[in-house]
């Protein structure tokens, strides 16, 4: 019985390595089962043992990518107040380095923002991302108030408004990066920029908080 388990959780495994290869190669939208069971070298029937639709596969595609998905909330609460920024600085630069040399990594991230198509049909799809973002905005709503709780950002800081603020730097930097390396190749180049792009937009935000009264501080 466990070795039959182990044989079907490999099997899964396997479906969906496969699928984030066709969803990067097709494009969410236009990738098939059948792609996918093909690309894995299984039958759809094997395939529809474990999931019935694309969005089942991609929300395990998710769990693979990011099995610790509340990591960066963990880490925060044991970081010393003195080294709470230079920690979250280098957290990013971790996701950042991952990108540069896990191809797995990287190409799911390029899927997500780049090759998810915002369409009618993908509307399953569309709603299975917006839960994902809706975790992410609670991640980083908490890391900004645990900045603020430890007096590493203002306690009038406006902790909405500065969330938003991260996330559209970030996602900014991180689409930039993605498209540069669908089109250019991976380069150290490319990599060496985003980095210095994040740890400037992390810095200029901890000196240049939003405040309460829709002002800007200077630490």
Known sequence: MRRSKNDAEKTKQLLVQAACEVFYREGV???????IAREAGLTRGALYWHFNNKVDILDELFQWIMPNVDVLQTNML??????????LI??????FQELQ??????????????????TESNAQVIELLRKYELIWERQVEGVISMAVSKKVLSEQTDVVLTSKLFRSHLLGITVVFLGDVEEKGL???NYQVAIVQLQ???RVLKDHTILKQGTISTL
């Open 200 to 202: 400037h937009m992390l």
């Open 101 to 118: 040399e896990d191809s797995s990594f990287r190409k799911f991230f390029i899927v997500m923002h780049l090759k998810c198509e915002m």
């Open 90 to 95: 280098a957290h990013f630069m971790e996701f």
């Open 78 to 87: 044991v970081w010393p107040t003195e080294c709470y920024w230079d920690n």
């Open 29 to 35: 939208a236009r990738a098939t089962l059948e792609q």
């Open 187 to 189: 380069t150290e180049t």
